[in-house]
């Protein structure tokens, strides 16, 4: 059982900015693609944001320029940071680490709510 604790959810205006977590087990964190996820009411998942390294990240492209994903390797924890909120972006953000590459996803958290409204 791999355990994956998001946080940072909430509700946002538009315009606004959040910044979601995910703590990782340290040994997923150190070799996996580690990726956000996010689905909306009534749509499939999508993939947000995925990063290896720092200067190895990947975005959709609804996102790029307004969401910025990074990790602190000390801490394994993953972060979300979101700004120019839009009302499409809200769903059910996930964090969700792969080992088969940019935007692999063999395990997923429980998910937390981002609403923008």
């Known amino acids: 059982h791999v355990q994956l604790v998001e946080s940072g959810g909430g509700l946002v205006q538009p315009g606004g900015s959040l910044r979601l977590s995910c703590v990782a087990p340290?040994?997923?964190?150190?070799?996996?693609?580690m990726s956000w996820v996010r689905q909306a009411p009534g749509k499939e998942r999508e993939g947000v944001a995925t990063?290896?390294?720092?200067?190895?990240?990947r975005y959709a492209d609804s996102v790029k320029g307004r969401f910025a994903i990074s990790k602190d390797n000390a801490k394994n924890t993953l972060y979300l940071q979101m700004n120019s909120l839009k009302p499409e972006d809200t769903a059910v953000y996930y964090c969700?680490?792969?080992?088969?590459?940019?935007?692999?996803?063999?395990?997923w958290g429980q998910g937390t709510q981002v609403t923008v409204s």
């Open positions: 990063i290896l390294r720092e200067i190895d990240t």
């Open positions: 969700a680490p792969g080992l088969g590459g940019y935007w692999s996803f063999d395990y």
């Open positions: 340290e040994f997923m964190f150190s070799r996996s693609y």
